[in-house]
């Protein structure tokens, strides 16, 4: 059932977010099944570049939609990134799902929106985008987690022959992620240790 409400909760944010004309993608647990990766989540994962109307009027649109914020102020300041955490109540749900907007205020997040890929749920009818694997490895090394960790050294083991490595190694450099780069390369193919 969770998973169902996951996929009407994304639906309606897509459609809600596309009038908008700002760039998003989908990243997160959602995202990594485009990639041969496939597990379990409960909450939906966008980056987004509010644009010149700022985060304010994406907030003003996605209100009017039944998306409500979790904090107040909405915007979570994480040291390197700001993001907005929002719940929306699927119709006869009866339970919040949660969105986290990732807001694209960087070089590097506006690249990575740049490359996003586009990408189909068949089942849901969903026509969307997706954030491309080395922007995902490279997300998944910033998060840190335990679990993010494991995520990204599974795209580099499925992913590995179609990957863009110059790409990927330039932003670990430039994100100062040679340490995370490093374990998850180890966790990915421990047969070249």
């Known amino acids: 059932m969770a998973a169902k409400l996951v996929m009407a909760t994304l639906k309606h944010i897509w459609a809600t977010l596309e009038p908008t004309q700002c760039p998003h993608a989908l990243m997160g647990g959602l995202s990594l099944s ?3 990766h496939v597990r379990s989540t409960q909450d939906i994962d966008l980056l987004i570049d509010p644009g010149a109307g700022g ?9 009017k939609s039944g998306v409500r914020t979790k904090h107040q102020p909405p915007v979570v300041d994480l040291g390197s990134v700001r993001m907005v955490q ?8 009866f ?3 949660q969105i986290d907007l990732l807001l694209a205020e960087s070089e590097y997040h506006r690249e990575a929106l740049g490359r ?9 009818k969903i026509d969307l985008f997706t954030l491309s694997c080395e922007d995902l490895v490279i997300l998944k090394m910033n ?11 599974a795209l580099l083991r499925l992913n590995r ?9 330039k932003w670990v450099k430039q994100l100062n992620l040679d340490a995370e780069w490093a374990d998850i390369w180890n966790e990915a193919f421990p047969e070249n240790l």
């Open 95 to 97: 339970m919040d799902i």
């Open 161 to 169: 022959i179609g990957l863009d490595m110059p790409y990927l190694l």
């Open 55 to 63: 985060i304010e009027a994406i907030l003003e649109v996605l209100r």
């Open 143 to 153: 998060a840190g987690r335990v679990i993010d960790r494991a995520d990204g050294a």
């Open 86 to 93: 929002l719940l929306y109540e699927p119709k006869n749900a």
């Open 116 to 124: 996003r890929v586009p990408a189909w749920i068949s089942d849901e």
């Open 34 to 36: 485009f990639w041969k």
